[in-house]
């Protein structure tokens, strides 16, 4: 089992700022990919960035340039640093990681962008 804790997430004015984490623990040996995804209201959950354990990295359009992830190894955590927000940047932000053919998910952090 993988444990993911989400946080950093909060309220913000159009054009801020804000970086999640995500602290993984319990069996986090041999994780491979992390990843970030949201979901706004009445909508489905999407792809926003994947980081594997070897640093690559993948995004969607939507954040291309305005969003980076990272990954501590070390420590176990993941990042998700959040530039230049829009109101539509607007959702509940989710961790996950894939192991052994599984994805874990976290519990989620609310990010709210005001115009």
């Known amino acids: 089992q993988v444990q993911l804790v989400e946080s950093g997430g909060g309220l913000v004015q159009a054009g801020g700022s804000l970086r999640l984490s995500c602290a993984a623990s319990?069996?986090?040996?041999?994780?491979?990919?992390m990843g970030w995804y949201r979901q706004a209201p009445g909508k489905q959950r999407e792809l926003l960035a994947i980081?594997?354990?070897?640093?690559?990295?993948n995004y969607a359009d939507s954040v291309k340039g305005r969003f980076t992830i990272s990954r501590n190894n070390a420590e176990n955590t993941v990042y998700l640093q959040m530039n230049s927000l829009k109101p539509e940047d607007t959702a509940v932000y989710y961790c996950s990681a894939d192991k052994a053919g599984i994805r874990y998910w976290g519990q989620g952090t609310q990010v709210t962008v005001s115009s």
């Open positions: 980081i594997t354990s070897a640093g690559s990295t």
């Open positions: 319990g069996s986090i040996f041999s994780i491979n990919a």
